[in-house]
C-alpha cells in the first residue's frame, strides 16, 4: 500500500509560480512511477507529468518548459514546480503512484492505482 498527501496549491496571479508537493508513504515499489494529474470543473482528469525511477519524465504538451516534475526519495517527497502560470492552469491537482505494470508510466489515469486527494490551484489574470 501506498499513501499520498498533496500540497502547497493556492492563488496566484497569471505569470506566477507555485510549488506541490506530495508526500508518499508505504510501499516503494508503487513508487516507481509517479505523476501528476489534473481536473478542471467540468472537464477529465488529465495528465500533466511523470517520473520513473530513473529519473526519466514525461510532460503534457500545454506544460512543456514551464512546469517541472522531480522527486527527493530521502524526504519521500514528489514536487511539481509551476512556473508562467496561466489562467487554463486553474484545477485540481493530484498526486499519482502504483503504477500497474503494463503502464510504462504513460501520462493517462488508467496506468495509476492510488491517488491523493487533490490540492487546489487557481491562477487569475
Known amino acids: 500500500q501506498v499513501q499520498l498527501v498533496e500540497s502547497g496549491g493556492g492563488s496566484v496571479q497569471a505569470g506566477g509560480s507555485l510549488r506541490l508537493s506530495c508526500a508518499a508513504s508505504g510501499d516503494r515499489y508503487s513508487r516507481n512511477c509517479m505523476g501528476w494529474f489534473r481536473q478542471a470543473p467540468g472537464k477529465e482528469r488529465e495528465g500533466v507529468a511523470t517520473?520513473?525511477?530513473?529519473?526519466?519524465?514525461r510532460y503534457a504538451d500545454s506544460v512543456k518548459g514551464r512546469f517541472t516534475i522531480s522527486q527527493d526519495n530521502a524526504k519521500n517527497t514528489l514536487y511539481l514546480q509551476m512556473n508562467s502560470l496561466k489562467r487554463e492552469d486553474t484545477a485540481m491537482y493530484y498526486c499519482a503512484a502504483d503504477p500497474r505494470w503494463w503502464a510504462g508510466c504513460r501520462l493517462v489515469t488508467s496506468a495509476f492505482g492510488t491517488w491523493g486527494q487533490g490540492t487546489q490551484v487557481t491562477v487569475s489574470s
Open positions: 517520473i520513473d525511477s530513473d529519473g526519466s519524465t
